[in-house]
């Protein structure tokens, strides 16, 4: 199963990007599906996941009120919309799987004991001021 990001790209301080991550197969039972960014010499850094199977969502507390979570069950693809971008944001955002859930689907990192075994490649979000 392969993982692969896109929708990247350069903006302007107050715009918008919605990123897709497609997965080329699928996987076995329940899992989740996170959005991680690296933004220039710093760490990667969680951004917001959601349950594939109960489409619970969970943000960093810095974000929920920009970025929205969303999956296209059907296309097998999660998306992540971001509003009100700021230079802050630049960063190439990734896309990975834990195959962990907590009970209800409850995608929260702490559920992640397996760590995460499945990341796709990067797509480069550059916001401008």
């Known amino acids: 199963v392969q993982l692969q990001a896109s929708g990247g790209g350069s903006v302007q301080a107050g715009g918008s990007l919605r990123l897709s991550c497609v997965a080329s197969?699928?996987?076995?039972?329940?899992?989740?599906v996170g959005w991680f960014r690296q933004p220039p010499g710093k760490e990667r850094e969680f951004v917001a996941a959601i349950g594939w199977k109960s489409a619970n969502t969970y943000y960093t507390e810095s974000r929920q009120d920009r970025f929205t979570i969303s999956r296209d069950s059907a296309k097998n693809i999660v998306y992540l919309q971001m509003n009100n971008l700021g230079p802050e944001d630049t960063a190439n955002y990734f896309c990975?799987?834990?195959?962990?859930?907590?009970?209800?689907?409850?995608?929260?990192?702490?559920?992640?004991?397996?760590?995460?075994?499945?990341w796709g490649k990067g797509t480069q979000v550059t916001v401008s001021s």
């Open positions: 990975a799987v834990s195959l962990d859930v907590g009970s209800y689907g409850d995608c929260r990192p702490i559920y992640w004991t397996g760590g995460m075994p499945y």
């Open positions: 197969g699928h996987f076995p039972g329940s899992y989740a």
